[in-house]
């Protein structure tokens, strides 16, 4: 939820703050309602008071023996205007959420403004291995070893949708058990296995509703979504709780399927893994105090960066332009792996500060220590990794030339001491 006193305070600087994310909000209805909206309850708080003091005249007039007739019917007409008030209080409520939930996340000092364009390449590691031969797409790569099927896949739900097979379903999984273990192990995080079906409340606290509803899986019969992350989960396990200071900070990884329509991109890579509906992930979400978030984004981002240095995949990390940013995001590192076989570089972790804002959406605080009264958390999270695309990477990366694919080092006491996977 958008901050109503970032615009009182400075409306002007807000406006360049959304400018800068591409968005036109008029900020001037916004502060013509919440006047509005603040007259009101000062003018109902005043009426409240001049009824407490009736109720102390009417009392002081009973002891005394005297007839309060006159001040009764005074209080019943201020209890009137009261109760005149409080629907026309509650509907600028709801107009002015319905203006504040709309409105994004600004982008921090440290992001530079524009669009794509101007993403920056802030780190790269590794180097787009050099083939001897001309490398393959995954898609022919899992074709020829029959480890992936996406025409039945697409036969059993539709497009988009996978169906991995032998020593694909097992690389699949090594993938993500591996990524658990690191994070769990080594980088302190709390694995929790969330639900995938969440309702609207917990899609809006993250900030998928009400913007991006078009890209959701909602079911018919009931109020429900499929998650399009396990961030809206994990973020929503403390909505409408006070965390004791000395908690923070909270670490949580999870691994889940994750669902989006994907509206608006048909036709875009609708073959193989690059885009799909239906995708693995491992997620990383952080609850932490606000003075130390951007040191803590820093960290989140070194630990999904481990999984690409662990696989021995090159990769560059993008910090993205103001424009770029998600809808709620302050700031954001996407991490690029590269793909020979597409030859293209692949989006396939986006490490995100929220500060506050998903907090305010979903009412997360703390106190403790020096914080008294209670304080919004910042919120992070990162794609320890989105495991489609990584897919894509491993196959292309370590593909030979008779066509057999090398599992990565890491990975394979996960695939039983299995080193490379051959056509059969």
Same mark, same amino acid.
């Given at each position: 939820m958008f901050d109503i006193k970032l615009i009182r305070d400075d409306a002007q600087a807000v406006e360049v703050g959304l400018k800068a994310k591409n968005v036109d909000v008029n900020l001037e209805n916004i502060l013509k309602k919440d006047e509005q909206r603040r007259a009101l309850i000062a003018r109902a708080d005043e009426l409240r008071a001049a009824q407490n003091k009736a109720n102390d005249e009417i009392s002081a007039l009973l002891k005394e023996k005297k007839d309060p007739k006159e001040k009764i019917a005074a209080m019943k007409e201020v209890s009137q205007k009261i109760s005149a008030l409080e629907?026309?209080?509650?509907? %600028? /409520?709801? #107009? =002015?959420?319905?203006?504040?939930?709309?409105?994004?996340?600004?982008?921090?000092?440290?992001?530079?403004?524009?669009?794509?364009?101007?993403?920056?390449?802030?780190?790269?590691?590794?180097?787009?291995?050099?083939?001897?031969?001309?490398?393959?797409?995954?898609?022919?790569?899992?074709?020829?070893?029959?480890?992936?099927?996406?025409?039945?896949?697409?036969?059993?739900?539709?497009?988009?949708?996978?169906?991995?097979?032998?020593?694909?379903?097992? %690389? /699949?999984? #090594? =993938?993500?058990?591996?990524?658990?273990?690191?994070?769990?192990?080594?980088h302190g995080y709390k694995e929790v296995l969330p639900p995938v079906l969440v309702n609207a409340e917990s899609m809006t606290g993250t900030g998928q509703l009400p913007k991006m509803a078009e890209d959701m899986y909602k079911l018919e019969n009931d109020p429900l979504y499929l998650i399009p992350t396990a961030e809206v989960p994990v973020t929503n396990i403390h909505r409408d709780e006070v965390l004791k200071a000395e908690e923070l900070p909270i670490y949580y990884t999870a691994y889940t399927p994750c669902f989006r329509r994907e509206a608006g991109s048909y036709g875009k890579d609708t073959k193989g893994l690059v885009r799909v509906h239906q995708f693995d992930k491992v997620e990383l979400v952080k609850f932490v105090k606000p003075e130390n978030s951007y040191d803590e984004l820093e960290s989140l981002l070194k630990n999904a960066e481990k999984v690409f240095q662990l696989l021995d995949l090159p990769y560059r990390v993008l910090l993205l332009a103001s424009a770029d940013l998600s809808f709620a995001a302050a700031k954001c590192y996407d991490i690029e792996a590269y793909a020979p076989g597409v030859d293209a570089w692949l989006e396939v972790s986006s490490c995100s500060n929220f500060e506050d804002f998903q907090a305010r959406r979903a009412n997360i605080r703390f106190k403790g220590g020096e914080v008294k009264k209670p304080t919004y958390v910042h919120t992070l999270n990162g794609s320890g990794v989105a495991l489609a695309r990584c897919m894509v990477a491993i196959l292309e990366n370590y593909q030979t030339e008779d066509g057999s694919v090398m599992i990565p080092e890491v990975l394979r006491p996960y695939m039983g001491g299995m080193v490379e996977i051959k056509s059969t």
């Amino acid at each position: 939820m958008f901050d109503i006193k970032l615009i009182r305070d400075d409306a002007q600087a807000v406006e360049v703050g959304l400018k800068a994310k591409n968005v036109d909000v008029n900020l001037e209805n916004i502060l013509k309602k919440d006047e509005q909206r603040r007259a009101l309850i000062a003018r109902a708080d005043e009426l409240r008071a001049a009824q407490n003091k009736a109720n102390d005249e009417i009392s002081a007039l009973l002891k005394e023996k005297k007839d309060p007739k006159e001040k009764i019917a005074a209080m019943k007409e201020v209890s009137q205007k009261i109760s005149a008030l409080e629907p026309q209080v509650k509907e %600028l /409520e709801d #107009a =002015l959420h319905g203006m504040l939930i709309g409105i994004p996340n600004l982008a921090h000092a440290s992001v530079p403004v524009g669009g794509e364009d101007k993403n920056e390449i802030v780190n790269e590691w590794g180097a787009p291995k050099e083939f001897s031969f001309k490398p393959k797409s995954h898609i022919d790569i899992a074709q020829d070893l029959d480890i992936i099927d996406f025409k039945r896949g697409a036969k059993l739900t539709g497009s988009g949708f996978i169906l991995y097979k032998g020593a694909g379903a097992r %690389l /699949e999984r #090594a =993938l993500y058990n591996f990524m658990l273990d690191l994070h769990t192990a080594e980088h302190g995080y709390k694995e929790v296995l969330p639900p995938v079906l969440v309702n609207a409340e917990s899609m809006t606290g993250t900030g998928q509703l009400p913007k991006m509803a078009e890209d959701m899986y909602k079911l018919e019969n009931d109020p429900l979504y499929l998650i399009p992350t396990a961030e809206v989960p994990v973020t929503n396990i403390h909505r409408d709780e006070v965390l004791k200071a000395e908690e923070l900070p909270i670490y949580y990884t999870a691994y889940t399927p994750c669902f989006r329509r994907e509206a608006g991109s048909y036709g875009k890579d609708t073959k193989g893994l690059v885009r799909v509906h239906q995708f693995d992930k491992v997620e990383l979400v952080k609850f932490v105090k606000p003075e130390n978030s951007y040191d803590e984004l820093e960290s989140l981002l070194k630990n999904a960066e481990k999984v690409f240095q662990l696989l021995d995949l090159p990769y560059r990390v993008l910090l993205l332009a103001s424009a770029d940013l998600s809808f709620a995001a302050a700031k954001c590192y996407d991490i690029e792996a590269y793909a020979p076989g597409v030859d293209a570089w692949l989006e396939v972790s986006s490490c995100s500060n929220f500060e506050d804002f998903q907090a305010r959406r979903a009412n997360i605080r703390f106190k403790g220590g020096e914080v008294k009264k209670p304080t919004y958390v910042h919120t992070l999270n990162g794609s320890g990794v989105a495991l489609a695309r990584c897919m894509v990477a491993i196959l292309e990366n370590y593909q030979t030339e008779d066509g057999s694919v090398m599992i990565p080092e890491v990975l394979r006491p996960y695939m039983g001491g299995m080193v490379e996977i051959k056509s059969t």
